[in-house]
């Protein structure tokens, strides 16, 4: 087959997919570990949003006939190893927020960077 900008386009859906489903996954276990209370609802909220995102690729992926499923995001595996990582190396609870607080702005990061780049394929695909 070959390598279109549609497939290409296609791939990234699917690795967004996967980065959504894995973070929503990881959340409960970020929001238990976090012991501002401030923090803790935004995780919380950020996961009703996260949900929302999983369902509209569901729909986008459905309107454009392919499952969004089949691409393990290894970006997002490598950053929720790494923040699981910090909840285990360091207990002072301003330590593990401040670093739950940065691995969320690096996931948000590569969400806006995907996201972004997907918007940019769509437009040029039509």
């Known amino acids: 087959m070959a ?6 386009f296609q791939d990234t859906i699917k690795d967004i997919y996967s ?3 894995l973070l929503l996954q ?7 570990a976090v012991k501002d209370p401030e ?5 919380e909220e950020h996961a009703k949003e996260t949900q ?25 595996v490598g950053l929720i190893k790494e923040a699981q990582e ?3 190396e360091y207990s002072d ?12 702005q690096k996931n948000e990061h590569y969400e806006i960077a995907n996201y ?4 940019t394929w769509a437009n040029t695909l039509g």
């Open 19 to 21: 980065s959504e489903t």
């Open 86 to 88: 910090h909840l285990e």
């Open 26 to 32: 990881a959340m409960p276990k970020l929001s238990a």
């Open 3 to 8: 390598k279109t900008l549609d497939a290409l």
């Open 52 to 76: 929302g995102h999983i369902e509209r690729i569901e729909q986008i992926a459905k309107m454009l006939n392919f499952e969004p499923t089949g691409v393990t995001c290894q970006a997002t």
């Open 93 to 104: 609870e301003p330590v593990i927020d401040a670093a739950v607080v940065a691995s969320a």
């Open 39 to 43: 923090l803790k609802a935004a995780i």
């Open 116 to 119: 972004g780049t997907v918007i």
